[in-house]
Protein backbone atom coordinates (compact mmCIF):
# COMPACT_ATOMS: atom_id res chain seq x y z
CA UNK A 1 0.00 0.00 0.00
CA UNK A 2 1.54 3.41 -0.92
CA UNK A 3 2.15 6.07 1.83
CA UNK A 4 -0.59 8.85 2.45
CA UNK A 5 0.36 12.21 2.42
CA UNK A 6 -1.98 14.88 4.47
CA UNK A 7 -2.76 18.02 2.68
CA UNK A 8 -5.64 20.38 3.44
CA UNK A 9 -8.68 21.45 1.25
CA UNK A 10 -9.94 25.35 1.30
CA UNK A 11 -13.14 26.42 -0.01
CA UNK A 12 -13.62 29.85 -1.59
CA UNK A 13 -13.42 32.00 1.22
CA UNK A 14 -10.49 30.54 2.28
CA UNK A 15 -11.64 28.35 5.24
CA UNK A 16 -10.32 24.71 5.70
CA UNK A 17 -12.59 22.25 5.04
CA UNK A 18 -10.55 19.34 5.58
CA UNK A 19 -7.55 17.44 5.57
CA UNK A 20 -7.04 14.78 3.42
CA UNK A 21 -5.21 12.10 3.05
CA UNK A 22 -4.22 10.78 -0.56
CA UNK A 23 -2.02 8.72 -2.44
CA UNK A 24 0.95 10.12 -3.95
CA UNK A 25 -0.67 10.12 -7.12
CA UNK A 26 -3.93 11.47 -6.14
CA UNK A 27 -2.11 14.62 -4.31
CA UNK A 28 -2.53 17.97 -5.67
CA UNK A 29 0.14 20.03 -6.56
CA UNK A 30 1.48 22.31 -3.91
CA UNK A 31 0.38 26.10 -4.52
CA UNK A 32 -2.54 24.86 -6.41
CA UNK A 33 -5.97 27.32 -6.51
CA UNK A 34 -8.26 26.33 -3.71
CA UNK A 35 -11.46 24.74 -4.93
CA UNK A 36 -14.19 27.28 -5.22
CA UNK A 37 -17.66 27.44 -2.55
CA UNK A 38 -19.86 24.60 -4.40
CA UNK A 39 -16.86 22.43 -5.23
CA UNK A 40 -15.95 22.62 -1.74
CA UNK A 41 -19.73 21.66 -0.10
CA UNK A 42 -19.84 18.44 -2.62
CA UNK A 43 -16.79 17.75 -1.23
CA UNK A 44 -17.44 18.25 2.36
CA UNK A 45 -20.92 15.72 1.70
CA UNK A 46 -18.60 13.17 0.34
CA UNK A 47 -16.45 13.44 3.66
CA UNK A 48 -19.21 13.12 5.61
CA UNK A 49 -20.24 10.16 3.50
CA UNK A 50 -16.97 8.02 3.84
CA UNK A 51 -16.66 9.18 7.72
CA UNK A 52 -20.41 7.71 8.40
CA UNK A 53 -18.65 4.45 6.17
CA UNK A 54 -15.56 4.68 8.16
CA UNK A 55 -17.78 4.68 11.64
CA UNK A 56 -20.11 2.23 10.53
CA UNK A 57 -17.41 -0.30 10.01
CA UNK A 58 -15.53 0.60 13.22
CA UNK A 59 -18.81 -0.67 14.78
CA UNK A 60 -18.93 -3.57 12.63
CA UNK A 61 -15.33 -4.92 13.74
CA UNK A 62 -16.28 -3.35 17.22
CA UNK A 63 -18.99 -6.18 17.70
CA UNK A 64 -16.89 -8.28 15.74
CA UNK A 65 -13.65 -8.09 17.85
CA UNK A 66 -14.16 -11.14 19.60
CA UNK A 67 -14.21 -14.13 16.91
CA UNK A 68 -15.84 -16.68 19.25
CA UNK A 69 -12.55 -17.80 20.23
CA UNK A 70 -11.53 -15.29 23.01
CA UNK A 71 -8.71 -13.70 20.44
CA UNK A 72 -9.34 -10.52 18.46
CA UNK A 73 -10.32 -10.20 14.69
CA UNK A 74 -7.21 -10.68 12.85
CA UNK A 75 -8.70 -7.56 10.51
CA UNK A 76 -10.10 -5.49 13.04
CA UNK A 77 -6.71 -5.79 14.60
CA UNK A 78 -4.81 -4.92 11.24
CA UNK A 79 -7.28 -1.99 11.03
CA UNK A 80 -6.48 -0.99 14.41
CA UNK A 81 -3.22 -0.84 14.27
CA UNK A 82 -2.89 0.71 10.93
CA UNK A 83 -5.29 3.92 12.22
CA UNK A 84 -3.76 3.98 15.67
CA UNK A 85 -0.13 4.38 13.53
CA UNK A 86 -0.87 6.04 10.67
CA UNK A 87 -4.06 8.20 10.75
CA UNK A 88 -5.62 9.66 13.53
CA UNK A 89 -9.76 10.48 13.42
CA UNK A 90 -9.80 13.45 10.84
CA UNK A 91 -12.08 16.30 12.36
CA UNK A 92 -15.03 17.91 11.42
CA UNK A 93 -14.72 20.31 8.72
CA UNK A 94 -15.87 23.59 9.85
CA UNK A 95 -18.01 25.61 7.14
CA UNK A 96 -19.93 28.88 8.24
CA UNK A 97 -23.48 29.37 6.67
CA UNK A 98 -24.63 32.54 6.43
CA UNK A 99 -27.89 33.94 7.37
CA UNK A 100 -29.91 35.31 4.10
CA UNK A 101 -31.92 38.43 4.03
CA UNK A 102 -31.39 39.26 7.14
CA UNK A 103 -31.79 43.47 6.79
CA UNK A 104 -35.44 42.74 5.11
CA UNK A 105 -36.25 40.71 8.22
CA UNK A 106 -34.88 43.87 10.42
CA UNK A 107 -37.08 46.41 8.39
CA UNK A 108 -39.95 44.30 8.70
CA UNK A 109 -40.14 43.96 12.40
CA UNK A 110 -39.71 47.77 12.69
CA UNK A 111 -42.83 48.16 10.44
CA UNK A 112 -44.50 45.50 12.44
CA UNK A 113 -44.03 47.48 15.52
CA UNK A 114 -45.09 51.05 14.11
CA UNK A 115 -48.43 49.12 13.00
CA UNK A 116 -48.95 47.65 16.56
CA UNK A 117 -48.52 51.27 17.65
CA UNK A 118 -50.68 52.55 15.80
CA UNK A 119 -53.57 50.23 16.03
CA UNK A 120 -53.03 50.71 19.56
CA UNK A 121 -53.86 54.82 19.29
CA UNK A 122 -56.52 54.40 17.34
CA UNK A 123 -58.32 51.75 19.52
CA UNK A 124 -57.35 52.80 22.87
CA UNK A 125 -59.42 56.31 22.81
CA UNK A 126 -62.24 54.44 21.10
CA UNK A 127 -62.06 51.64 23.97
CA UNK A 128 -62.22 54.26 26.29
CA UNK A 129 -65.34 56.06 25.11
CA UNK A 130 -63.52 59.31 23.57
CA UNK A 131 -65.30 60.32 20.27
CA UNK A 132 -63.24 61.83 17.64
CA UNK A 133 -65.08 64.83 16.72
CA UNK A 134 -64.25 66.00 20.38
CA UNK A 135 -60.81 65.99 19.27
CA UNK A 136 -58.91 68.63 18.18
CA UNK A 137 -58.52 69.25 14.60
CA UNK A 138 -54.57 69.04 14.59
CA UNK A 139 -51.78 69.77 12.55
CA UNK A 140 -48.38 70.85 12.76
CA UNK A 141 -48.00 74.62 10.64
CA UNK A 142 -44.06 76.46 11.59
CA UNK A 143 -43.32 73.46 13.69
CA UNK A 144 -45.83 74.34 16.13
CA UNK A 145 -49.23 72.03 16.86
CA UNK A 146 -52.36 74.11 16.37
CA UNK A 147 -55.82 72.73 16.87
CA UNK A 148 -59.47 74.65 15.77
CA UNK A 149 -61.15 76.95 18.51
CA UNK A 150 -63.66 75.21 20.36
CA UNK A 151 -66.03 78.41 19.38
CA UNK A 152 -65.59 76.72 15.70
CA UNK A 153 -66.98 73.47 16.71
CA UNK A 154 -70.46 73.91 16.09
CA UNK A 155 -69.70 75.78 12.70
CA UNK A 156 -67.47 73.23 12.18
CA UNK A 157 -69.98 70.39 11.88
CA UNK A 158 -72.07 72.30 9.40
CA UNK A 159 -69.55 73.40 7.05
CA UNK A 160 -67.67 70.00 7.00
CA UNK A 161 -70.48 68.38 5.71
CA UNK A 162 -70.79 70.90 3.23
CA UNK A 163 -67.11 70.71 2.27
CA UNK A 164 -67.43 66.46 1.70
CA UNK A 165 -70.22 67.05 -0.82
CA UNK A 166 -70.52 67.95 -3.98
CA UNK A 167 -73.05 70.73 -4.26
CA UNK A 168 -72.21 74.79 -4.17
CA UNK A 169 -71.88 76.16 -0.69
CA UNK A 170 -74.52 78.16 0.94
CA UNK A 171 -74.80 81.71 0.25
CA UNK A 172 -74.01 81.70 -3.32
CA UNK A 173 -76.22 83.71 -5.53
CA UNK A 174 -76.24 83.67 -9.46
CA UNK A 175 -78.46 86.00 -11.22
CA UNK A 176 -79.98 87.22 -7.72
CA UNK A 177 -81.35 83.18 -7.60
CA UNK A 178 -80.04 81.23 -4.51
CA UNK A 179 -78.41 78.13 -6.04
CA UNK A 180 -76.27 77.28 -2.22
CA UNK A 181 -76.54 73.58 -1.57
CA UNK A 182 -77.34 72.38 -5.53
CA UNK A 183 -75.43 70.45 -7.36
CA UNK A 184 -73.47 71.87 -10.54
CA UNK A 185 -75.90 70.45 -12.73
CA UNK A 186 -79.33 71.56 -10.57
CA UNK A 187 -77.69 74.92 -10.68
CA UNK A 188 -77.32 75.27 -14.33
CA UNK A 189 -80.97 74.32 -15.37
CA UNK A 190 -82.49 76.21 -12.76
CA UNK A 191 -80.60 79.44 -14.11
CA UNK A 192 -81.57 78.17 -17.81
CA UNK A 193 -85.29 77.91 -16.62
CA UNK A 194 -85.02 81.45 -14.79
CA UNK A 195 -83.74 83.03 -18.18
CA UNK A 196 -86.01 81.25 -20.83
CA UNK A 197 -88.98 83.39 -20.49
CA UNK A 198 -86.38 86.24 -22.07
CA UNK A 199 -83.89 84.10 -23.86
CA UNK A 200 -86.13 82.27 -25.83
CA UNK A 201 -89.81 85.21 -26.46
CA UNK A 202 -88.10 87.90 -27.38
CA UNK A 203 -89.27 89.73 -30.40
CA UNK A 204 -87.63 92.80 -31.44
CA UNK A 205 -89.71 94.66 -34.21
CA UNK A 206 -87.75 96.41 -36.92
CA UNK A 207 -90.25 98.32 -38.64
CA UNK A 208 -89.40 100.38 -42.02
CA UNK A 209 -92.02 102.62 -43.81
CA UNK A 210 -94.99 99.61 -44.74
CA UNK A 211 -92.61 96.49 -44.10
CA UNK A 212 -91.33 95.20 -40.68
CA UNK A 213 -88.79 92.57 -39.94
CA UNK A 214 -89.12 90.22 -36.32
CA UNK A 215 -85.98 89.61 -34.21
CA UNK A 216 -86.59 86.60 -32.89
CA UNK A 217 -84.54 83.63 -31.25
CA UNK A 218 -84.54 81.54 -33.89
CA UNK A 219 -83.49 84.34 -36.28
CA UNK A 220 -80.93 85.35 -33.72
CA UNK A 221 -80.08 82.53 -31.22
CA UNK A 222 -79.06 83.88 -27.71
CA UNK A 223 -77.08 82.56 -25.08
CA UNK A 224 -75.56 82.35 -21.46
CA UNK A 225 -72.48 81.39 -20.08
CA UNK A 226 -74.39 79.62 -17.32
CA UNK A 227 -72.04 76.17 -17.45
CA UNK A 228 -68.95 78.83 -17.02
CA UNK A 229 -70.35 80.69 -13.85
CA UNK A 230 -71.87 77.65 -12.44
CA UNK A 231 -68.73 75.91 -12.51
CA UNK A 232 -67.13 79.20 -10.83
CA UNK A 233 -69.60 79.09 -8.09
CA UNK A 234 -68.68 75.78 -7.37
CA UNK A 235 -64.97 76.09 -7.67
CA UNK A 236 -65.62 78.73 -4.51
CA UNK A 237 -64.24 77.80 -1.39
CA UNK A 238 -62.45 74.82 -2.86
CA UNK A 239 -59.63 76.30 -4.14
CA UNK A 240 -56.10 76.81 -2.29
CA UNK A 241 -55.52 80.63 -1.89
CA UNK A 242 -51.79 80.38 -0.68
CA UNK A 243 -49.58 78.55 1.18
CA UNK A 244 -50.69 77.18 5.00
CA UNK A 245 -47.52 78.79 6.23
CA UNK A 246 -48.76 82.30 5.79
CA UNK A 247 -52.19 81.76 7.01
CA UNK A 248 -51.49 79.56 9.65
CA UNK A 249 -54.40 77.09 8.98
CA UNK A 250 -54.69 73.99 7.00
CA UNK A 251 -55.78 73.30 3.82
CA UNK A 252 -59.01 71.69 5.90
CA UNK A 253 -59.63 75.12 8.06
CA UNK A 254 -58.87 77.45 5.14
CA UNK A 255 -62.06 75.84 3.21
CA UNK A 256 -63.98 75.46 6.62
CA UNK A 257 -63.45 79.34 7.10
CA UNK A 258 -64.34 80.08 3.38
CA UNK A 259 -67.21 78.20 3.77
CA UNK A 260 -68.27 79.57 7.03
CA UNK A 261 -67.56 83.21 5.70
CA UNK A 262 -69.87 82.63 2.63
CA UNK A 263 -72.92 81.86 5.20
CA UNK A 264 -72.66 84.91 6.47
CA UNK A 265 -71.94 87.24 3.83
CA UNK A 266 -73.58 86.12 0.66
CA UNK A 267 -71.69 86.10 -2.67
CA UNK A 268 -73.31 86.99 -6.26
CA UNK A 269 -72.49 85.92 -9.82
CA UNK A 270 -73.79 87.42 -12.92
CA UNK A 271 -74.41 85.88 -15.65
CA UNK A 272 -73.63 87.34 -19.38
CA UNK A 273 -76.08 87.75 -22.25
CA UNK A 274 -74.15 86.56 -25.79
CA UNK A 275 -76.18 86.47 -28.85
CA UNK A 276 -75.15 85.41 -32.43
CA UNK A 277 -73.51 88.79 -33.50
CA UNK A 278 -73.29 87.17 -37.02
CA UNK A 279 -76.59 85.86 -37.07
CA UNK A 280 -77.74 89.39 -36.92
CA UNK A 281 -75.65 91.11 -38.96
CA UNK A 282 -76.75 88.91 -41.38
CA UNK A 283 -80.35 89.24 -40.88
CA UNK A 284 -79.43 93.39 -40.71
CA UNK A 285 -77.63 93.25 -44.38
CA UNK A 286 -80.57 91.62 -45.75
CA UNK A 287 -82.71 94.20 -43.63
CA UNK A 288 -80.71 96.78 -45.85
CA UNK A 289 -80.61 95.59 -49.05
CA UNK A 290 -84.26 95.04 -49.54
CA UNK A 291 -84.99 98.38 -48.04
CA UNK A 292 -81.89 100.30 -50.21
CA UNK A 293 -82.54 101.14 -54.17
CA UNK A 294 -80.86 103.88 -56.11
CA UNK A 295 -82.83 106.85 -57.50
CA UNK A 296 -84.01 106.65 -60.91
CA UNK A 297 -83.29 109.36 -63.14
CA UNK A 298 -85.42 111.06 -65.97
CA UNK A 299 -84.17 110.08 -69.16
CA UNK A 300 -85.59 110.27 -72.88
CA UNK A 301 -88.68 107.86 -73.60
CA UNK A 302 -88.72 109.30 -77.16
CA UNK A 303 -88.45 111.97 -79.43
CA UNK A 304 -91.06 112.89 -82.65
CA UNK A 305 -88.69 113.66 -85.43
CA UNK A 306 -92.19 115.93 -86.90
CA UNK A 307 -93.49 118.09 -84.00
CA UNK A 308 -89.86 118.30 -82.38
CA UNK A 309 -91.17 117.79 -79.08
CA UNK A 310 -89.89 115.12 -76.42
CA UNK A 311 -91.46 112.61 -73.82
CA UNK A 312 -89.67 111.60 -70.67
CA UNK A 313 -90.14 109.30 -68.20
CA UNK A 314 -90.64 109.44 -64.59
CA UNK A 315 -87.87 109.93 -62.22
CA UNK A 316 -88.44 108.45 -59.39
CA UNK A 317 -85.91 108.83 -55.08
CA UNK A 318 -84.12 106.57 -53.91
CA UNK A 319 -83.85 105.06 -50.57
CA UNK A 320 -80.66 104.44 -47.84
CA UNK A 321 -80.65 102.65 -44.54
CA UNK A 322 -77.27 102.95 -42.92
CA UNK A 323 -76.81 99.18 -41.58
CA UNK A 324 -74.01 99.95 -39.25
CA UNK A 325 -76.34 102.38 -37.22
CA UNK A 326 -79.36 99.94 -37.61
CA UNK A 327 -77.17 96.84 -36.50
CA UNK A 328 -75.91 99.08 -33.44
CA UNK A 329 -79.38 99.81 -32.03
CA UNK A 330 -80.62 96.32 -32.28
CA UNK A 331 -77.51 95.31 -30.43
CA UNK A 332 -78.37 97.81 -28.12
CA UNK A 333 -81.64 96.52 -27.40
CA UNK A 334 -80.70 92.87 -26.85
CA UNK A 335 -77.61 93.30 -24.60
CA UNK A 336 -80.06 95.63 -21.97
CA UNK A 337 -82.59 92.14 -22.16
CA UNK A 338 -85.85 93.66 -23.83
CA UNK A 339 -88.41 91.44 -24.88
CA UNK A 340 -90.96 93.13 -26.58
CA UNK A 341 -90.10 96.47 -28.41
CA UNK A 342 -90.63 98.06 -32.01
CA UNK A 343 -87.15 100.04 -33.46
CA UNK A 344 -88.67 102.63 -36.10
CA UNK A 345 -86.33 103.16 -38.96
CA UNK A 346 -86.75 106.48 -41.42
CA UNK A 347 -84.58 105.44 -44.11
CA UNK A 348 -82.59 108.42 -46.04
CA UNK A 349 -84.22 109.64 -49.27
CA UNK A 350 -81.95 110.46 -51.56
CA UNK A 351 -83.61 112.30 -54.92
CA UNK A 352 -82.80 111.41 -58.66
CA UNK A 353 -79.76 113.32 -59.98
CA UNK A 354 -81.87 114.21 -62.76
CA UNK A 355 -85.39 114.77 -63.15
CA UNK A 356 -88.00 115.04 -65.13
CA UNK A 357 -88.64 119.05 -65.01
CA UNK A 358 -84.70 119.50 -65.50
CA UNK A 359 -84.87 117.28 -68.45
CA UNK A 360 -87.87 119.19 -69.94
CA UNK A 361 -85.75 122.79 -69.32
CA UNK A 362 -82.61 121.31 -70.55
CA UNK A 363 -83.39 119.40 -73.29
CA UNK A 364 -84.12 121.18 -77.05
CA UNK A 365 -81.80 121.82 -80.61
CA UNK A 366 -78.47 121.64 -79.65
CA UNK A 367 -77.27 122.76 -82.58
CA UNK A 368 -78.22 124.18 -86.66
CA UNK A 369 -76.22 123.91 -89.76
CA UNK A 370 -77.72 124.98 -93.06
CA UNK A 371 -75.96 125.15 -96.86
CA UNK A 372 -77.61 126.16 -99.95
CA UNK A 373 -76.97 123.84 -103.06
CA UNK A 374 -77.42 124.54 -107.37
CA UNK A 375 -79.51 124.53 -109.27
CA UNK A 376 -78.73 121.26 -110.34
CA UNK A 377 -81.26 118.89 -110.23
CA UNK A 378 -79.15 115.46 -110.24
CA UNK A 379 -76.91 117.15 -107.60
CA UNK A 380 -79.90 118.31 -105.85
CA UNK A 381 -81.70 114.63 -105.79
CA UNK A 382 -78.37 113.49 -104.53
CA UNK A 383 -78.48 115.67 -101.94
CA UNK A 384 -82.49 115.00 -100.69
CA UNK A 385 -81.84 111.11 -100.66
CA UNK A 386 -78.53 111.42 -98.55
CA UNK A 387 -80.47 113.38 -96.34
CA UNK A 388 -83.47 111.18 -96.02
CA UNK A 389 -80.87 108.77 -95.28
CA UNK A 390 -79.71 110.12 -92.04
CA UNK A 391 -83.03 111.66 -90.56
CA UNK A 392 -84.57 110.17 -87.90
CA UNK A 393 -80.90 108.76 -86.31
CA UNK A 394 -80.64 108.25 -82.85
CA UNK A 395 -76.82 108.06 -81.42
CA UNK A 396 -76.53 106.99 -78.37
CA UNK A 397 -74.17 107.65 -75.38
CA UNK A 398 -70.48 106.14 -76.19
CA UNK A 399 -72.21 105.66 -80.14
CA UNK A 400 -70.12 106.24 -82.83
CA UNK A 401 -71.80 107.50 -85.92
CA UNK A 402 -70.75 106.59 -89.50
CA UNK A 403 -72.32 108.70 -92.90
CA UNK A 404 -71.03 105.38 -95.23
CA UNK A 405 -72.37 102.81 -92.99
CA UNK A 406 -75.72 105.29 -92.17
CA UNK A 407 -76.54 106.16 -95.72
CA UNK A 408 -74.65 102.57 -97.45
CA UNK A 409 -73.40 102.86 -101.04
CA UNK A 410 -74.82 105.65 -103.22
CA UNK A 411 -76.19 103.11 -105.88
CA UNK A 412 -78.73 104.02 -108.98
CA UNK A 413 -80.95 101.41 -107.59
CA UNK A 414 -81.75 103.89 -104.54
CA UNK A 415 -82.44 106.42 -107.16
CA UNK A 416 -78.61 108.12 -106.83
CA UNK A 417 -77.81 110.13 -110.20
CA UNK A 418 -74.59 110.93 -111.56
CA UNK A 419 -73.77 114.55 -110.61
CA UNK A 420 -70.06 116.56 -110.57
CA UNK A 421 -67.92 115.33 -107.81
CA UNK A 422 -64.26 115.57 -107.21
CA UNK A 423 -62.17 112.68 -107.77
CA UNK A 424 -58.41 112.18 -108.29
CA UNK A 425 -58.31 115.80 -108.37
CA UNK A 426 -60.60 116.02 -111.48
CA UNK A 427 -64.39 117.38 -111.49
CA UNK A 428 -66.12 114.35 -113.00
CA UNK A 429 -69.42 112.91 -112.95
CA UNK A 430 -70.30 109.96 -110.89
CA UNK A 431 -73.39 108.61 -109.01
CA UNK A 432 -74.16 109.94 -106.01
CA UNK A 433 -72.47 113.52 -106.94
CA UNK A 434 -73.33 116.46 -104.35
CA UNK A 435 -73.62 114.21 -101.26
CA UNK A 436 -70.19 116.07 -99.96
CA UNK A 437 -72.99 118.58 -99.23
CA UNK A 438 -74.76 116.76 -96.86
CA UNK A 439 -72.07 115.40 -95.41
CA UNK A 440 -70.36 118.99 -94.35
CA UNK A 441 -73.49 120.28 -93.00
CA UNK A 442 -73.77 117.45 -91.24
CA UNK A 443 -69.97 118.41 -90.13
CA UNK A 444 -70.70 122.11 -89.08
CA UNK A 445 -73.54 120.71 -87.15
CA UNK A 446 -72.05 117.92 -85.05
CA UNK A 447 -69.00 120.14 -84.24
CA UNK A 448 -71.21 123.21 -82.90
CA UNK A 449 -72.92 120.74 -80.81
CA UNK A 450 -69.76 119.87 -78.92
CA UNK A 451 -69.49 116.55 -80.01
CA UNK A 452 -66.12 113.99 -80.94
CA UNK A 453 -64.93 113.95 -84.55
CA UNK A 454 -63.68 111.11 -85.26
CA UNK A 455 -62.82 111.04 -89.13
CA UNK A 456 -63.14 114.00 -91.44
CA UNK A 457 -61.07 114.26 -94.88
CA UNK A 458 -61.07 117.77 -96.62
CA UNK A 459 -61.97 118.32 -100.40
CA UNK A 460 -59.25 118.34 -102.92
CA UNK A 461 -59.91 122.38 -103.22
CA UNK A 462 -62.40 124.56 -101.38
CA UNK A 463 -66.29 124.26 -101.59
CA UNK A 464 -68.05 126.74 -102.51
CA UNK A 465 -71.28 125.95 -100.00
CA UNK A 466 -69.12 126.07 -96.94
CA UNK A 467 -66.20 128.37 -95.83
CA UNK A 468 -62.47 126.73 -96.37
CA UNK A 469 -61.68 123.83 -93.73
CA UNK A 470 -65.77 123.53 -92.94
CA UNK A 471 -65.83 120.65 -95.70
CA UNK A 472 -66.44 116.66 -94.79
CA UNK A 473 -65.94 114.92 -98.39
CA UNK A 474 -67.36 111.21 -98.64
CA UNK A 475 -66.56 108.53 -100.75
CA UNK A 476 -67.49 105.01 -101.00
CA UNK A 477 -66.44 103.21 -99.33
CA UNK A 478 -63.25 104.82 -98.42
CA UNK A 479 -63.40 108.16 -97.29
CA UNK A 480 -65.85 108.51 -94.54
CA UNK A 481 -67.04 110.90 -91.81
CA UNK A 482 -67.45 109.56 -88.44
CA UNK A 483 -68.62 111.31 -84.79
CA UNK A 484 -68.83 110.08 -81.40
CA UNK A 485 -71.72 110.99 -79.21
CA UNK A 486 -69.78 111.75 -75.96
CA UNK A 487 -72.66 113.10 -74.07
CA UNK A 488 -74.83 111.10 -71.48
CA UNK A 489 -77.80 111.75 -73.49
CA UNK A 490 -79.31 110.57 -76.80
CA UNK A 491 -78.74 112.63 -79.55
CA UNK A 492 -81.24 113.00 -82.22
CA UNK A 493 -80.36 113.98 -85.96
CA UNK A 494 -82.93 115.57 -88.16
CA UNK A 495 -81.62 116.17 -91.76
CA UNK A 496 -84.00 117.92 -94.38
CA UNK A 497 -83.74 119.33 -98.12
CA UNK A 498 -86.17 121.86 -99.81
CA UNK A 499 -86.14 124.95 -101.67
CA UNK A 500 -82.45 124.50 -102.33
CA UNK A 501 -81.37 124.23 -98.93
CA UNK A 502 -80.38 121.18 -96.71
CA UNK A 503 -80.54 121.91 -93.11
CA UNK A 504 -79.30 119.40 -90.17
CA UNK A 505 -80.54 119.96 -86.19
CA UNK A 506 -79.07 117.96 -83.63
CA UNK A 507 -81.43 117.63 -80.66
CA UNK A 508 -80.56 116.50 -76.76
CA UNK A 509 -79.11 117.71 -74.08
CA UNK A 510 -78.31 121.81 -75.11
CA UNK A 511 -75.55 123.31 -73.75
CA UNK A 512 -75.07 125.29 -70.50
CA UNK A 513 -77.38 127.96 -70.64
CA UNK A 514 -76.47 131.04 -73.13
CA UNK A 515 -73.16 129.02 -74.61
CA UNK A 516 -73.01 128.26 -77.75
CA UNK A 517 -70.01 127.43 -80.30
CA UNK A 518 -69.25 128.51 -83.79
CA UNK A 519 -66.61 127.78 -86.07
CA UNK A 520 -63.99 129.98 -87.43
CA UNK A 521 -61.67 129.87 -90.77
CA UNK A 522 -58.32 131.22 -90.72
CA UNK A 523 -56.07 131.30 -93.87
CA UNK A 524 -52.87 130.80 -92.81
CA UNK A 525 -50.94 130.79 -96.09
CA UNK A 526 -51.95 131.17 -99.95
CA UNK A 527 -49.99 128.83 -102.13
CA UNK A 528 -50.02 130.04 -105.23
CA UNK A 529 -51.11 128.34 -108.27
CA UNK A 530 -48.28 127.57 -110.94
CA UNK A 531 -48.08 129.63 -113.94
CA UNK A 532 -47.30 127.51 -117.14
CA UNK A 533 -50.24 125.16 -118.34
CA UNK A 534 -49.10 121.92 -118.78
CA UNK A 535 -49.61 120.01 -122.05
CA UNK A 536 -50.79 116.39 -122.08
CA UNK A 537 -50.77 114.31 -125.39
CA UNK A 538 -54.09 112.05 -125.31
CA UNK A 539 -54.26 110.14 -128.48
CA UNK A 540 -57.78 109.25 -127.75
CA UNK A 541 -58.65 112.92 -128.89
CA UNK A 542 -59.48 113.76 -132.37
CA UNK A 543 -56.43 115.15 -133.90
CA UNK A 544 -55.59 118.58 -133.40
CA UNK A 545 -58.37 118.44 -130.73
CA UNK A 546 -57.43 119.64 -126.86
CA UNK A 547 -59.26 119.57 -123.61
CA UNK A 548 -58.38 121.38 -120.53
CA UNK A 549 -58.73 118.69 -118.09
CA UNK A 550 -57.58 120.57 -114.81
CA UNK A 551 -58.41 124.20 -113.66
CA UNK A 552 -55.43 125.89 -112.36
CA UNK A 553 -56.18 126.54 -108.80
CA UNK A 554 -54.29 128.15 -105.94
CA UNK A 555 -53.69 126.34 -102.98
CA UNK A 556 -54.33 127.41 -99.17
CA UNK A 557 -53.10 126.54 -95.68
CA UNK A 558 -56.47 126.61 -93.46
CA UNK A 559 -57.14 126.39 -89.45
CA UNK A 560 -60.28 125.48 -88.22
CA UNK A 561 -61.22 127.16 -84.33
CA UNK A 562 -64.01 126.10 -82.40
CA UNK A 563 -64.51 129.39 -80.46
CA UNK A 564 -67.36 129.13 -77.32
CA UNK A 565 -69.39 131.92 -76.94
CA UNK A 566 -71.07 133.37 -73.56
CA UNK A 567 -73.78 135.53 -74.90
CA UNK A 568 -71.58 137.54 -77.20
CA UNK A 569 -68.46 137.57 -75.36
CA UNK A 570 -66.04 134.70 -75.97
CA UNK A 571 -64.63 132.28 -73.60
CA UNK A 572 -62.47 130.04 -75.35
CA UNK A 573 -61.54 128.68 -78.49
CA UNK A 574 -60.17 125.30 -79.69
CA UNK A 575 -58.22 124.67 -82.41
CA UNK A 576 -59.80 121.36 -84.61
CA UNK A 577 -58.03 121.21 -87.71
CA UNK A 578 -55.52 122.53 -90.13
CA UNK A 579 -56.25 122.04 -93.80
CA UNK A 580 -54.10 122.00 -96.61
CA UNK A 581 -55.51 122.75 -100.29
CA UNK A 582 -53.09 122.27 -102.75
CA UNK A 583 -52.44 124.20 -105.91
CA UNK A 584 -53.49 122.81 -108.80
CA UNK A 585 -51.26 123.50 -112.20
CA UNK A 586 -53.78 124.09 -115.24
CA UNK A 587 -53.73 120.56 -117.57
CA UNK A 588 -54.62 120.61 -121.15
CA UNK A 589 -54.73 117.35 -122.93
CA UNK A 590 -54.59 117.32 -126.81
CA UNK A 591 -53.54 115.00 -129.83
CA UNK A 592 -51.19 116.77 -132.17
CA UNK A 593 -52.46 114.48 -135.07
CA UNK A 594 -50.20 113.27 -138.29
Known sequence: MARLKRYELYDGDGEIIRDLDLTHEDAPLPGKKPLGRDQGLRERDAWEKRQQETRSRRRYFRDNEDDGLG????????????????????????????????????????????????????????????????????AFVNGNLISLDAEKEKNFALCRQEIFTDTIYPGVYIDQLQVGGMTRAEAEEAVNRLHASVDRTFDIVISVGNESWHVTPERVPVSRNTKEIVEKAWALGRLRSGDPRSSGLTPFQERVEKASAMRSAPLSFTTRVDWDHDALRGMITGIVNYVNRDPVNSTVQSFDFNTKTFTFTEDRPGARLDAESLYQQTAALLDAGETKTTLWITPEKVLAEVTKTELMNRFGLISAYTTETTKNENRNTNISLSAQAINGITVLPGETFSFN????????????????????????????????????????????????????????????????????????????????????????????????????????????????IDLESITTRTLPQPAETKYVINAALAPGESKKTVTGRKGYVVETWKVWYQGERETRRELLFTTTYKAYQETVEYNPGG
Open 71 to 138: APSPVFDDFQRFEKAEEPEEERPRYRRREPHRGLWTAAAVLAGLALLAMALLVLPQAAGIRYRFLPNL
Open 405 to 516: RTTGERTAAKGYREAAAISGGQSRDEIGGGVCQTSSTLFNAVARANLEIVERNPHAWPSNYVEKGFDATVNWPGLDFQFRNNTDWPVFILASYGNRKITVNLYGMSLDADTR
